[in-house]
């Protein structure tokens, strides 16, 4: 059973930065891993992607912000996130997916197994 494990999430002030990680247990990563957060009362929302190739995807909200990049050799996903807002606060999960394209990244049906998230908090 794949087990994605998600960790870097803390708290930080407005501007501040973190980086989130994402490690399958299958020792590397393949196909398309994506982030996504979850605030309190609100929608999981898609944050970005990468594909098997390489390609990045990005929510509009984090792009400048955030970066996503993968070490293969080692089956970690990282998400590194500047210039940090209150508005980032949110439970953040990783996700692997057999297939993503611009089109369906964004989707959470778009992958099939989740990690159980790690809480990130923006003070203002």
């Known amino acids: 059973q794949l087990q994605l494990v998600e960790s870097g999430g803390g708290s930080v002030e407005a501007g501040g930065s973190l980086t989130l990680s994402c490690t399958s247990s299958e020792g590397y990563i393949r196909f398309c891993m994506g982030w996504f957060r979850q605030a309190p009362g609100k929608d999981r929302e898609a944050v970005a992607a990468?594909?098997?190739?390489?390609?990045?995807s990005y929510a509009d909200s984090v792009k400048g912000r955030f970066t996503i990049s993968k070490d293969n050799a080692r089956g970690i996903v990282h998400l590194q996130m500047n210039s940090l807002k209150p508005d980032d606060s949110a439970m953040y999960y990783c996700?692997?997916?057999?297939?993503?394209?611009?089109?369906?990244?964004?989707?959470?049906?778009?992958?099939?197994?989740w990690g159980q998230g790690t809480q990130v908090t923006v003070s203002s």
């Open positions: 996700a692997l997916g057999s297939y993503c394209n611009s089109g369906s990244w964004s989707f959470p049906g778009t992958y099939s197994d």
């Open positions: 990468i594909d098997t190739d390489g390609q990045l």
